[in-house]
């Protein structure tokens, strides 16, 4: 009998496998593991948030896949205050979370064997892995002018702030992604889960839907929200997606056949988040003192910093090989992601992730000044 392959052999080793070896290493150390290598949270659920959801926990009949309408109106407001748009004709849907959405994009717009997603050099992996799940091809480039004349581009990922890099892309670097994918049809599909998190007043990062950007018109963007980050959230697995109306559409449509529908607690938990700025600047502020606290001590201790401008990350370099790195931080206890997780273009980086607890963050110049 002849078995299709399986769908996992198309996809990579799953990526945090092969930080293992050196997991291992720093969890030996007699102080114990610092880990910097996810982007995971780890303050609480600010209490407003948990009260909505356990308010909402009477909830014995099937959600809405479209979202409540008091979550759609949620959603529109926080986008507009967010990404300084206006809400008319503005597409929006939640996900459950936004990584789910960033795997099933390709498929779900019907991308198959022969389209070309172009995905950031240095980037997510998922964009990738999403391509590979509806049997797209993937090139990497942030330049879309070297890409040639004709492939089939049907989806461009853009993600600013970025992750790993923490680059911030300007507005007129945006907006010509949006003018040459307009003029080849295809869709430009924007990852903002660290949009809130900007640390330089110069290089403010700016929204796909913002009118500087997309020219007022929602045409062929989509901008792609989580609320892991800004709200603590990971856990509820909490995301939506905003902008182009038929495409939104389009995606609602699939989504319901194919019941990627978000549990009714988890939008209620998501309406009480969207309309609360106040927890927002709070764990942002958390997360600027660790930032300044890591990034003194590893630039201290000879690191050099690029980008890091906004987001959750550190990228740093010794100027080696980033397993070396890796490994070196390894034996201080402190395990880090390596850039090459994210493509060839971050081989000789690592990851810093400003998700740890205070107290791990203050132990970290100790570690770092070990012999
Ligand atoms: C760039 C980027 N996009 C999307 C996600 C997915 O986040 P979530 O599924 O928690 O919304 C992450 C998570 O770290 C990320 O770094």
Not at 49 to 56: E, H, K, T, V
Not at 122 to 142: F, I, K, N
């Amino acid at each position: 009998m002849n078995r299709p392959a399986p769908v996992s052999s198309r996809l990579p080793e799953f990526t945090w496998d092969t930080l293992d070896a050196a997991a291992a290493v720093a969890a030996a150390h007699p102080d114990g593991l610092i880990n910097l290598s996810i982007g995971t949270p780890v303050d609480p659920v600010p209490p407003v948030i948990r009260q909505a959801l356990a308010a909402a926990s009477d909830a014995p009949g099937y959600p809405l896949t479209a979202g409540t309408p008091a979550l759609r109106d949620a959603i529109a407001a926080w986008v507009a205050r967010a990404c300084g748009t206006g809400v008319d004709g503005l597409g929006v849907l939640p996900t459950i979370g936004s990584k789910e959405l960033v795997a099933w994009l390709p498929t779900l717009l019907g991308l198959g064997p022969g389209d070309v997603v172009v995905v950031p050099s240095v980037c997510y992996p998922t964009y990738e892995d999403g391509a590979r799940l509806a049997g797209a091809t993937t090139v990497r480039t942030d330049s879309l002018t070297a890409l040639g004349p004709d492939p089939r581009v049907r989806l461009v990922w853009v993600n600013s702030p970025g992750n790993p890099t923490g680059r911030v892309l300007p507005v007129n670097h945006l907006r010509k992604v949006v003018d040459w994918a307009r003029e080849r049809g295809a869709v430009v599909a924007s990852d903002e889960c660290y949009l809130p998190l900007g640390w330089s007043a110069e290089a403010r990062p700016v929204s796909v839907l913002a009118p500087e950007v997309c020219g007022g018109s929602y045409d062929g963007v989509l901008a792609v929200h989580s609320l892991s980050k800004r709200s603590n959230l990971a856990g509820y697995r909490a995301g939506f997606v905003a902008g182009d109306p038929a495409l939104v559409a389009e995606l609602l449509k699939v989504r319901k056949h194919a019941g990627m529908i978000v549990p009714a607690p988890v939008q209620a938990a998501m309406i009480a988040a969207l309309a609360d700025e106040g927890h927002a600047d709070a764990q942002r502020e958390r997360y600027r003192a660790r930032r300044e606290r890591l990034l003194a001590a590893f630039t201290g201790a000879g690191f050099t910093l690029e980008h890091s401008e906004a987001g959750l990350y550190l990228w740093l370099t010794r100027g080696e090989d980033c397993w070396r790195t890796v490994d070196w931080l390894a034996r201080r206890g402190i395990l880090v992601a390596a850039g090459a997780l994210y493509g060839p273009g971050g081989a000789q980086h690592v990851r810093v992730a400003l998700t740890a607890s205070d107290a791990h963050v203050a132990a970290v110049p100790g570690r770092l000044a070990q012999p």
